[in-house]
């Protein structure tokens, strides 16, 4: 089995993601999940750059990482300066890293007009450059960068830039489409094509700017690059670099080639929710492969057809990369959508029984009024519990008010009354948060503790709100969802109404009556009598 190196460049490309900003703990933190997961490589920063870069480069031996050799990017020399006088290239020898990355021209318009230098001149600084680190003991892995455009323009003097490189040590020759305008068969053709020089090993460095970047990398595999760069989830400038996340199943379960032990691959999705979360990038759940709906069925024929046969609709079993099927539940749904979610919710809905209907037709009038379950899952659990007949109500409200003082000089102050019955107990409450919304969780939350003690083990962590028919102005309807947590996991609620305190009631209700039955379970959740407080004394 062929095998192909895995280069991540996460913490230098990968930074320059408009909105990522990585501290030296983030980077340090996820170059350890990368040599957690064998990458080959970890590209740390350009030292050169900036201070952050070379206090990374500091402490990452802290890490004591296992199988990454990590790498210092920077570029060759400049024209001017000697390669021992270079700043740039001193900074690149103290980051004492194994392997450096050394980024040059190929194309012979950058040369002449961005760098106002001769072309020769070009080659000297690789030249030296390269033979300078070589000297050191150092790997080098020398980044083409524009190679495909510069191929294009001018063959001769983009091959003569490799060459040069080859000559002088260069361990790898990375072919580099930095404007990401090449398509798949263009890559493949050129590689070969330089494969066949027989220079160096090569690699591939793709940027996404045609949607392609995955596929350009595949091609060059295909075509004989045995190293292949890109970042996790794709960060990167612009429109990002080419996705591991997505290139390492490709590479390892449809082209047979070996990159990460299979273990490993199995454990993708995590790797890239692990990063989006380090970076606080809000993970893209249509991402392929670890998206969280890129196994998520919603049409009611497609889900009967991969109840039957997964493979009628999933291109792998999701598990191999760490991910899991989803069967999302809307007005699109079938019979089969709603026994799926039937049976993950333990629930019992025989396929004969008219029950599925009455849920189904439920489903359907209230994402009518703008509800919707596919990102609402624990309200859609309590909905078919309700109709099925299998649901008690945990307290009854009486009422709610929410006020909103706005005094002179200070923030607006947020108080909510509110007033239920708990197991035939009446509890008046009164509580202040940060918004209206804060408020009433608070409110409620004080009222139930009494009852019910595992509401202190839930918390809510999201808060969302979309208008819906904005034309209609401040009479709009609004849907919120509410996201809440506990120590084992998380889950979605949702509420509708013109009115967006009564909208967030309805969420906020779903979200802790299902986190009390989740704490407890249906059978076992019931409320403890108050404790009866002194005398003269109220809560």
């Known amino acids: 089995m062929t095998r192909v190196l895995l280069y991540d460049t996460t913490l230098r490309d990968g930074t320059q993601w408009e909105g990522i900003s990585l501290s030296v703990e983030d980077k340090l933190k996820i170059a350890a999940k990368l040599d957690e997961f064998q990458i080959d490589y970890i590209e740390g920063g350009w030292p050169g750059s900036n201070p952050k870069d070379i206090e990374f480069f500091r402490r990452v031996p802290e890490l004591g990482l296992q199988h990454a050799r990590v790498v210092a990017f920077g570029s060759t020399r400049h024209a001017n300066r000697t390669v021992e006088d270079d700043p740039n290239i001193r900074l690149l020898v103290e980051a004492a890293t194994p392997t450096v990355a050394l980024v040059s021209k190929s194309w012979d318009m950058h040369v002449t007009e961005a760098l106002r230098i001769t072309l020769q001149q070009n080659l000297d600084m690789i030249r030296d450059s390269v033979g300078y680190l070589k000297a050191l003991g150092r790997e080098v892995v020398y980044d083409a960068e524009h190679f495909f455009d510069a191929y294009k323009a001018n063959r001769d003097y983009a091959l003569e830039t490799l060459r040069v490189a080859a000559a002088a040590g260069a361990d790898v020759l990375v072919l580099c489409d930095t404007n990401g305008g090449s398509l798949p068969w263009e890559i493949e053709e050129i590689v070969r094509a330089v494969a066949a020089l027989n220079l ?269 028919q904005a034309q209609d102005g401040t009479a709009a309807k609004v849907r919120v969802l509410i996201d809440s947590a506990d120590e084992d996991g998380s889950w979605s609620t949702v509420g509708v109404s013109e009115n967006i305190l009564e909208a967030a009631w309805q969420a906020l209700v779903d979200s802790i009556e299902y986190g009390l039955r989740r704490r407890a379970g249906e059978a076992e959740v019931r409320p403890r009598r108050r404790v009866a407080l002194a005398a003269g004394s109220h809560a």
């Open 200 to 468: 160096a090993p090569l690699g591939i460095h793709t940027h996404n700017d045609s949607a392609s970047a995955v596929a350009n990398a595949l091609a060059a595999v295909r075509a004989g690059a045995i190293q292949v760069q890109g970042t996790i989830n794709g960060y990167g400038e612009r429109c990002g670099n080419a996705d591991l996340t997505s290139i390492i199943p490709n590479l390892a379960l449809k082209l047979g080639y070996e990159c990460m032990p299979p273990e490993l691959v199995g454990r993708l999705t995590e790797l890239a929710w692990y990063v989006a979360e380090v970076a606080n990038i809000t993970p893209d759940e249509h991402q392929p492969f670890v998206g969280k709906s890129a196994f998520a069925h919603k049409g009611g024929i497609h889900v009967s057809a991969v109840m039957r046969e997964a493979s009628t609709y999933e291109h792998i079993d999701p598990a191999l990369v760490g991910n899991a099927r989803r069967v999302v539940v809307s007005e699109l749904a079938g019979r089969s959508n709603l026994l799926f979610k039937a049976e993950q919710f333990q629930l019992d809905l025989d396929e004969r029984s008219p029950e599925w209907q009455k849920i189904l037709q439920r489903i359907k009038d209230l994402e009518f009024e703008g509800y919707q379950f596919e990102g609402a899952e624990a309200s859609l659990e309590l909905l078919m519990k309700k109709t099925l007949g299998v649901y008690r109500r945990l307290f009854e409200l009486e009422g709610f008010r929410v006020t909103v003082e706005k005094r002179k000089d200070r923030r607006p102050v947020c108080e909510a009354t509110i007033k239920v019955y708990v197991d035939g107990e009446h509890e008046h409450t009164a509580a202040e948060g940060d918004g209206p919304v804060h408020a009433l969780d608070n409110a409620l939350r004080k009222a139930l503790l009494p009852f019910y003690p595992a509401l202190a083990d839930v918390r809510l962590t999201d808060f969302k709100v979309r208008v819906l």
